[in-house]
């Protein structure tokens, strides 16, 4: 364009702008030769011109005007008419009418709003202009109170349309704004103090909402206005406005951008406590309720004072707030409030973490049943998405159902938060998403993975790493995890993917700005380094020494406990993979020491919930490493002691939620115990909420300096309680010996358990890693143990015919029973038995058996054995039989133990006493032959309490006064193995209508006090079954430590006899009998007494003839029934018969302990 049109141009804006209103079209049509696309383009650069010099007002209108212009010209007609260009006049009309309306009627929405919807089309950034123009000039001529008058139908007027539902919500907004500061001509604080505060706290609540400008501007204008406001809304002279502004401005403070973020937060909470003192619950319960829910959120996210101590600030509040807040009453709020109860769950540090959760999960299901997705969309969406988080984390239930549970919210939340609507949002649910698929266990694992890089992906479309820096650097990791784990396409394809996404996440999060989350990535980024197949493998190995010693860096002990052990045991793999042996056993010995610990913290989870089976398992591959460590050291005396440790830690583990107590008894003074038991409460209280907030403020704090101190002093905060911790178990170890097992990791060495056997015994203890079978031999003989190490396919064949076995005990127990003999005879075979028993001494006449795994479910004593020169001695034994036993070949015994250290407590358990018996006799009484094995054992002692059949309740068996005093306990009842949850495995006993479910359980039994017991008998079904598989098909399980047997060891009971599968009870009542009856042949009951009692029983019932049986039979306690069943049994037999030769009748219990 020439310089003269553009001259014309500038002359007829300058005409515009100083047209008198209502003049503007006249103007345009006397210069229609003017009036084109270009005027409308120079129109728009001397609006932007007017803003920048400041002149506001000036540059709305023109930008108004243009707009309308523009539009204009999109009609076919080259002049305007009043009709096609809205005039100032048209406007006026309708702002008068509005003004009128809303004189007339106070400012009810009833009548305002039909007004302003049938006009819809009026309200635009020219009717703000508008406002300002006449308010201005009518508020200047007019007379005072006249003025004071239109003022007040103005802000009623704003206050209708700030809150107007319809139209454009930024521009109602400018409007509202607009009417509030016009007023302030009026409205001065000298002359109208009181109405000028309203509008200030009105115009601040307006900019608190408003749409345009900068959000951080914004808000600090709404502070200025509501301190303004508080200027004369004092408490005294005003208290319910005072109250209302100080909410006003707490809810300012909440949402600040300026300033520090912990100093507003603590302005928030000022505030609203302030509002508190005024909006009493009694007085003005809907705001009470109000304030109470916006504190409780600040308290959520409050950065100062201890984080449990917010966390339970703001759960008060929320819950204070549905006191008010009911369905009934306040629908929408009550799902809101309830929303906010679930975040401040999910985070909670005090209480169990799996009840917070539960909590979590109720209180966003309360929600839902208002915000649904007809009604509130957005907030359904929301509500899903936290939902679907918290059952990630969630304890309780089936892992794999709470997965399911997360993708179905997750998935319910996508359809609502669409990338077009909800970009932001959208894209932090895929990443969600993708990490639920990640971890998924149903479905197939590949297709999983899929689906998680194919969340991850779409969340990368928006989470740019300009956009959403630190977002984008975060679904980089979580796809790095992918890629790293990925079973489709090129493994070395998908490596080298997961190390790109690694090493893109970290040129964001860098050690300075992110240290956490760098040193996560850094740990990662090391893992696929030592799994990479392009490159050097010495190079990558190197390069991934490198990262994992990098993230060490962050993850320190005292501040991430759990993660440095993590980081130490991946490191330690690195380094057993690259041969360099030495620095693999400092930095396994390291890990191990960092395991053991943390004790109660990492069983009960530090709220960053991993899984705990997967992370158990994890645990004892830092074991298992370490051991084969050790013996490629050849340190074989190390590798069995630690061997000895991570059966320690298991049991250390699995038993640090159950709040076991020293027993009462073993304390002379009552208020000692009393004392003890407190202390320990506190500390199990304590110090996993401490170890929590440490986490926490390092996690989300460590790069600011002022940070530091804090960082600090909870560390010596933590150092303290964990030594207030160890001087009280040395206190309780004083008088209780057995409870320290519980709590803490006691190692035995080499040397202690060299003293627990004499000469003419040994120990055989298997370990089995993911590789291979140890078997170590121990002898009193040999200053080291003796290893034998088995080959991967013998690990692989006795996993094979573990599985076969459990297939066929559970599916097909006919075939189980027939072929349990040809199953222990190639056991033999994989664990190289004969080998093995060629290693021991020639005079060894006892042996004691540690298994380990799938071993505890075999009758490792019944395993058959070759024709050997030792057996002659024993040919007597089983004249009857062509088969030879493992207990044929040791006279004084075949025993077990769960380990080393068991195994010394029990033998340190001096029991000389054997006289009381306490006995439980058939309390479902469904078990005809369990009357015949109790009564024919009475007579074998002095005195005895029986409980029997409905007399035999659980309440009943803990509150007797004879069974602490007792010798001897005789369980002859239903024993219950719980395959998956091996600590709810129990016996049987009578149900009764006390509180109690008639199930004595593990944590139970470990809690019953047995100082003066000698044995335990549990004539069950599969009371000695330990749980050999975790997570997956092949996972090592650490619950392998935990039974009955083991609980009723730790009770006080040096010998436990048990099952280990469902027994024939007739059998067993002659099996039993026998036992005891050889038994009171050893009146001294010493070492092994237990074990050569049974063996000889068991080799008895294999080896008796029917006419054998018939004649002991004769010198029994039988009723007149009991005579006829045996009469039944026995007819259809030969004489010579030996109907129990098979292992299925005699070779189910086992001696286990002393």
């Not at 109660?600 to 460590?629: F, H, P």
Request: one cysteine or more.
């Amino acid at each position: 364009m020439d310089e003269k049109r553009l001259q014309a141009y500038v002359s007829l804006i300058q005409d515009l702008l100083n047209c008198p209103s209502g003049e503007e079209v006249e103007v345009l049509n006397s210069h229609q030769d003017l009036v084109d696309e270009e005027l409308v383009q120079v129109m728009q650069q001397v609006a932007e011109s007017l803003a920048q010099e400041g002149d506001k007002d000036a540059a709305e209108y023109l930008t108004s005007v243009a707009t309308q212009l523009a539009e204009g010209l999109g009609l076919s007609s080259t002049s305007f008419t009043f009709s096609q260009l809205p005039t100032a006049n048209s406007q006026l009309n309708f702002l008068m009418e509005v003004l009128r309306a809303t004189k007339k009627s106070n400012g009810n929405p009833q009548v305002v709003y039909p007004l302003l919807q049938t006009n819809l089309d009026q309200l635009d950034d020219n009717l703000a202009v508008l406002l300002r123009d006449w308010a201005t000039a009518k508020l200047a001529e007019v007379e005072p109170e006249l003025a004071r008058r239109i003022a007040i139908d103005i802000v009623n007027f704003s206050n209708r349309i700030q809150e107007f539902p319809l139209g454009s919500r930024a521009t109602n907004l400018e409007i509202a704004m607009t009417g509030y500061e016009v007023v302030g001509t009026v409205f001065t604080r000298k002359a109208f103090p009181v109405d000028w505060a309203m509008t200030q706290n009105n115009l601040a609540s307006a900019y608190c909402q408003r749409i345009r400008g900068e959000k951080a501007d914004n808000l600090e204008a709404a502070i200025k206005a509501f301190q303004g406001a508080l200027q004369v809304r004092t408490r005294k002279a005003f208290p319910q406005d005072w109250a209302q502004t100080q909410n006003n401005l707490g809810n300012a403070y909440t949402n600040r951008i300026k300033g520090e973020k912990a100093d507003n937060l603590e302005a928030a909470i000022k505030a609203y406590q302030a509002a508190l003192q005024v909006y009493t619950r009694e007085a003005f319960p809907v705001d009470w309720a109000m304030t109470q829910n916006n504190l409780g959120n600040v308290y959520l996210y409050r950065i100062r004072g201890e984080k449990a101590d917010n966390l339970e600030a703001a759960i008060n509040a929320y819950q204070a707030a549905l006191q008010v807040y009911t369905r009934e009453a306040f629908p929408q709020e009550w799902a809101m409030t309830h929303n906010n109860l679930g975040s401040a769950y999910s985070d909670r540090i005090r209480g169990e973490k799996a009840d917070n959760l539960e909590a979590a999960i109720n209180a966003y299901q309360a929600a839902l049943q208002v915000y649904t997705r007809e009604a509130f969309p957005q907030e359904w969406a929301t509500t899903q998405n936290n939902l679907a988080s918290t059952y990630c984390q969630r304890i309780r239930g089936e892992k794999a159902d709470n997965l399911e549970a997360a993708i179905t919210a997750y998935q319910g939340a996508l359809q609502v938060l669409t990338r077009e609507a909800f970009p932001q949002e959208w894209a932090t649910t895929q990443n969600n998403l993708g990490n639920a698929y990640l971890y998924r266990i149903r479905g197939q694992k590949a297709d999983n993975l899929e689906q998680a890089i194919k969340a991850f992906q779409g969340a990368l479309e928006v989470r740019t790493r300009e956009a959403f820096p630190q977002e984008w650097a975060t679904t980089q990791n979580n796809l790095g995890n992918a890629y790293l784990y990925r079973i489709r396409g090129q493994k070395a394809d998908n490596l080298e993917a997961a190390i790109t996404a690694y090493q893109a996440a970290l040129q964001v999060l860098t050690r300075e700005a992110f240290p956490v989350d760098w040193a996560m990535t850094q740990n990662n980024l090391a893992i696929a380094y030592s799994d990479r197949i392009t490159g050097e493998k010495a190079d990558n190995l190197e390069a991934a020494i490198n990262a994992f010693q990098n993230a060490l860096q962050v993850r320190t002990r005292e501040a991430f406990p759990q993660n440095h052990a993590e980081t130490l045991f991946n490191l330690g793999l690195a380094y057993q993979d690259a041969q360099q042996l030495t620095n693999a056993y400092h930095t396994f010995a390291e890990a191990i020491e960092t395991v053991e610990s943390l004790r109660s913290e990492i069983a009960s989870g530090s709220g960053i919930e991993a899984d705990k089976q997967k992370l158990a398992e994890e645990w004892n591959k830092l074991y298992s490493s370490m051991v084969e460590v050790c013996l490629e050291l050849n340190k074989p005396t190390e590798a069995i002691e630690y061997v000895e440790r991570s059966k320690g830690r298991n049991l250390v583990e699995l038993l640090a939620n159950k709040n076991l107590y020293p027993k009462r008894d073993r304390y002379p003074n009552p208020e000692v115990h009393q004392a003890h038991c407190q202390q320990l409460d506190q500390l199990r209280r304590e110090i996993p909420v401490i170890q929590r907030e440490l986490e926490i403020v390092t996690r989300n704090r460590e790069s600011e300096e002022k940070y530091h101190e804090t960082i600090k002093t909870n560390q010596q905060r933590l150092k303290g309680l964990k030594q207030q911790q160890d001087n009280l178990l040395k206190e309780i170890n004083q008088l209780d010996l057995s409870f320290q097992f519980t709590q803490q990791v006691e190692p035995i060495p080499f040397s202690d358990i060299q003293t627990l056997i004499d000469d003419h015994t040994a120990i055989i203890q298997w370990y089995i890693t993911d590789n291979q079978i140890l078997t170590f031999i121990i002898t009193s003989q040999n200053q080291h143990p003796q290893v034998r190490q088995f080959s991967s396919e013998d690990r692989k064949s006795l996993f094979d015919l573990t599985k076969e076995y459990l297939i066929t005990y559970y599916q097909k127990k006919d075939q189980w029973e027939t072929n349990l003999d040809q199953l222990l005879r190639r056991l033999a075979q994989i664990l190289h038995l004969e080998e093995i028993l060629a290693e021991l001494p020639q005079k060894c006449d006892q042996l004691i058996l540690i298994p380990h795994r799938f071993l505890h479910l075999f009758p490792l004593h019944a395993l058959p054995i070759k024709n050997r020169e030792q057996q002659a001695n024993n040919s007597e034994k089983n004249a009857h039989t062509n088969n030879t036993y493992l207990l044929d070949l040791f006279p004084k015994g075949v025993r077990y133990a769960p380990s080393c250290q068991l195994l010394q407590l029990s033998q340190n358990q001096e029991r000389p006493h054997f006289t009381k018996l306490f006995a439980i006799q058939n309390p479902t009484d469904d078990l005809y032959y369990a009357d015949l094995e109790v009564e024919n054992i009475l007579p074998l002692f002095d005195s005895c309490q029986v409980l029997a059949k409905q007399d035999a309740t659980e309440a009943a068996v803990k509150t007797s006064q004879e069974m602490p005093l007792s010798h001897c306990h005789h369980f002859s009842c239903h024993g219950e193995f719980n395959l998956e949850s091996p600590l709810e495995s129990a016996l049987i006993l009578a149900k009764d209508d006390s509180p109690e479910d008639g199930q004595l359980t593990v944590p139970e039994i470990f809690g019953l006090s047995l100082n003066q017991c000698r044995l335990v008998s549990l004539s069950a079904c599969e009371t000695g079954i330990t749980k050999v598989f975790g997570s997956t098909s092949d996972e090592y399980s650490s619950d392998e430590y935990i039974s009955l047997p083991s609980g009723f060891l730790y009770a006080g009971s040096p010998s436990v006899v048990s099952s280990l599968w469902t027994v024939n009870e007739f059998p067993t009542a002659f099996l039993m009998i026998k036992f005891y009856q050889n038994l009171s042949q050893f009146p001294t009951r010493e070492t092994g007494a237990v074990a050569i009692a049974l063996n000889q029983a068991q080799t008895w019932l294999r080896d008796v003839t029917k006419e054998e049986l018939e004649e002991w039979t004769k010198h029994l306690s039988l009723t007149g029934t009991q005579e006829f069943a045996l009469f039944r049994w026995f007819r259809n037999m030969k004489p010579k018969e030996q109907p129990f030769q098979s292992p299925y009748y005699w070779a189910a219990f086992c001696a286990i302990g002393k």
